[in-house]
Structure formats: structure tokens, C-alpha cells
């Protein structure tokens, strides 16, 4: 079973990455292996737990141990578990913790842009998107629209932050998605190797309606969305095949990235072929 143990010193060193490391530092923390996450409520916490990332320690307030917690500790045998009360580790981690449980996971190296589109034929790239909170939603949408895999830039926030993880209601653990590597700066050039079609999400001149027939004919279509405000880089938006946008009302320009993403997958995802 879980080991329970009560907190009895704040600044014990086995709680730092609960209190005293930034998500960054967790990130960096066992380099050159992967490092840590952290994960937050027990829904997003046993979507890790089931997708075989392997637990280091919990954080938890001892009214969830035979409560909500029960099945993430069910999963944790040997792995030690912090308690105490809500006022003990809100002072701990300076948060309010969304229904009082916290993990700290390993971080796996990530799969190569090959291997996460294998058999791929729908798929989302964000390029440089980095609040991770349109990162979250957009992987949720993703996962729940019937998108096969997300790829990100090197500039997007990551998928296993506490926010974009918890925003994705751990659809970050479903959908397979992974990093453009740092020595492979052409992902388009990439992308378009593998067989895909390549659609940058953009109000231009010259862009379709979402649900342009070729458009959704396509037989393998990536979807590219940009920074919330500041949009794809011209650069990028000439190289796509297609330029597209989502048809508004007067008087209304855009939608914010995550709810364009919804959108766009609603339309073109693999439930419309």
C-alpha cells in the first residue's frame, strides 16, 4: 500500500518540488534524463497514472486518502505520500490545490515526430503557442474532436506544466503528441515528407472557408494554429498548402486559439472522412 506520511517540517527537502523548484527546474532536475512533472487532482493524476508515467512521491490531505485519492494511492504502492491538513499545504505549495491532491511524476524523452504520426491522418501543430492554458484546452479539444496527435514548436508551453495538464482534464496523457527537436528546425519540410497537407489557421486575402470541400477531402491534413493575439508567422502561412479561416459574424474578427482549435477539429476531424 501507499506509504503515508505526515508533514512535520515545511522545509523538509523531499517536499522541494512541491514548495521550492518551478516547473522549469522540475523539468531539469535529473538531467540529462527527462526530470519531473507535476500533476493536480485525482482525475488528471490517474490519466498519467494509466498512460504507465511512474509516480515519485504524492501530496495530499488526509480526508482524500479513503476518499477521491483512493484509486490514485491504489496505483501508488511504495510511493510515499505527504499529508496534512488544506491549511498546512496551501502554506507548503502556495496554491489552493484543486480537490487536495498533488503528483510528482517522471518525465519520459520524448517520441520522435515520426512515431507520433504513424497512422496519423488528422492532426493539430501549435507553433509557438505558449500560454498553457490555450495548450491545455487545445490538446483537450484535440483529444475529444478525433484529432490523431499534436506537435508543438520549441517556443510552445509544455503539455506537462500543473496548468495545461489540468486545463486538458489529462487529455495531455490520451492524445500522443510530442516536441519539434531543436536540430530540426524545418517541421513544415518534415510534415510534408510524411504525406501531410499542411492548413494554417490565418485571415488572409486568399483564405478558405474551414469547411472548403478540398479542404476536407484532404486525405492527410495537419492544422496549424499560432500565438493567441500575435497569429502564425508570414513566413509560415505562405509555405501551407491552404490558408483558412473561420467564418464570423459583423463586427467580430477572431476567436481566441484554443476556441479556433475546437472549431477547426470539429470540422475536420477524422469523424468527418
Known sequence: MAKLIEITDLNAPELDIYARYSETQLKRIEEPAPGLFITESPNVTLRALRAGYEPVSLLTEPRYVDGEAREVLDRCQNVPVYTGPQEV???LTGIPMTRGILCALRRRPYPSIEEVLKGARRIAVLDDVTNPTNVGAIMRSAAALQMDAVI????CSDPLYRRASRVSMGCVFQIPWTFVPKNEPDWLGTL?????????????GDSVSVDDPALMAEDKLAVILGEEGYGLPDETIDRC????MIPMADGVDSLNVAA???VA????GNRKR
Request: glycine share 10%.
Open 265 to 268: 477539429f470539429w470540422q475536420l
Open 89 to 91: 499545504l496551501r502554506t
Open 192 to 204: 510534408k515528407k510524411l504525406g501531410f497537407r499542411t492548413a494554417a489557421m490565418a485571415l488572409k
Open 260 to 262: 479556433a482549435g475546437a
Open 152 to 155: 508543438l514548436t520549441k517556443g
Open 241 to 244: 498548402d491552404y490558408t483558412v
